[in-house]
Each structure stands twice: as C-alpha cells, then as structure tokens.
C-alpha cells in the first residue's frame, strides 16, 4: 500500500469514525480492506482508495469505515463486570428508581459489535429478575456498522461464537442448534433494540441511560474524541448512573464528568455522587458460571 494512500486513511478514518491508526498499522489495514477491494472487483487498495477519495460511491465508505472499525466480541467478556452489575450497581439504581417511583431502568451497550455483550445483559437479567422488583428494563445496542447490527439482530452465531465465554447451562438454557449454529430465542432477542449510532455525532435521540457499557472502545481513540464521546455519554445520564469501560481504559485525563468507584476497575459513577457498595447483610452471589 503507497504510503500516501495509507495516510490519507488515516485522517479520513479519524474524521469519520474516531479511530486512530499508528504508523505501524499498514498490515492492519491491507488485512480488514483487501477483501472489501476483492468484493467489489476493484484492481487493489490503490483503486480502492482512490475511489473513496474521490466521494462518488457512499456504499463503499460506508464499507471501508465498517472494516476497520468492527471489533470483536464474546458472551460474559471478563465475567466480573458482570457481577459486579448483578451484586453492586443493579440494586443500587433499581432502589433508586424504586424511590422515585419510576417504571423501568435503561441499560446502553456503545458499540455493541454483534451483539454478545447486550445478550449477556439480557440474560443475566433473566438469571435473576427478581433484581429488578417489578421495574421493566430496556436495553439498547448501539454500533456504526449497519452490516454487525443485522448479524446481532439476527442472534445466530458459530460454535465458537456461542461457547466464547457462555456457560454451558445458558448455551442449553437460551440456545436452539440449528446446523452449525446456534439461534439466540426469541424471548431474548426481544429484551434488546438495536440501533445504529456514531458515538462521535449526537446521540440526544436515545434518551437517558442508567448504566452505560462503553467497554474496549476508548482504545481506539485520541484524547479529544474521548473526551467528547465521555461528555456525550453523561449528557444521557442521571446524576446517579454507572459508566463501565474496558479494562485498559481510563477517564483520567481525559474528563471530570466520571470518578472511579473504589475497589471496582472499570466502573465509573457521575462525578459529584457517592458510589455502589455492596448491600450490607447480604451473602454475594455465587461467581458467574465458567464457560463450556
């Protein structure tokens, strides 16, 4: 790839997206545009750029951008955000809005890729409703690529896609086989929206969010387009909502809008009120079962 080209690649995805390419990522890009030229019968990344440039074909930015910025995904990623949501930060909002007397509580998956992190929600949620005291419960996902929100809509994956991290009594539990792939049921895809969203534009159309999972996707940002994504995201929260990242990301000198919860990597509270402890007098749940 000419090194003009890949320049130009960079900046054009950055404008687009927010994600921010190294100089040394020329191999990364050759691997995730290579078969979008192929698809299209292009010569090779050289005519591909060149037609992207010149703006004339939308479908192909749209693919271009879509390549390089769907990541991958697995069911119960790290497991112990999770229980975290089931044994700390659920209680602590579903009482909250208990007081307030509202009806339902909102769960936000930012770039939820294919789908597996708002289905682990989704079920977690069905392991356990009595967390929720009656309140009804909305999850949305959100990604850029139109292409990953239909694959996650659909809720069919590979052998491998299914087992990444799911135990195996959730597998058997929500799961039918078909062929060599497993259908998600219904009665699961139904606990969740999906909609497509560029975190970088407004989001305002979404509403207000309790907890946000916002995970692995920081990383792939400069400075300034976390920080505007950060201001994006408690612009859609209470003053009491929970913010989880990744584990290698990190609000710090980035925004002030978010303060650490002690004790708890990953897990942010709006800054200016007090974070989720632990219920006292209650015995912690049993840790999330391994997978298959």
Known sequence: MKQADFDWLRDFLKKESGLVLSADKTYLVESRLVPVARRRGLAGLDEMVA?????RDRELTVEVVEAMTTNESFFFRDIKPFETLRDVVLPRIVAARKAEKAARIRIWSAACSS??????IAMLLKENQALLQGLAVDIVGTDLSAEILAKAKAGTYTQFEAQRGLPI???MKYFTQAGEHWQLHGAVRSMVSFHQANLLHDISRFGRFDIVFCRNVLIYF???????????IRAQMPKDGILYLGGAESVLGVTESFTTVPGQRGIYCVAGTAAPTPATGVKPAAPLAKSA
């Open 115 to 120: 789908g597996q992190e708002p289905y682990t």
């Open 51 to 55: 037609a992207v440039r010149a703006g």
């Open 222 to 232: 400069d400075n300034e387009a976390k920080s505007t994504v950060l201001s994006r």
């Open 169 to 171: 009594q959730l597998l």
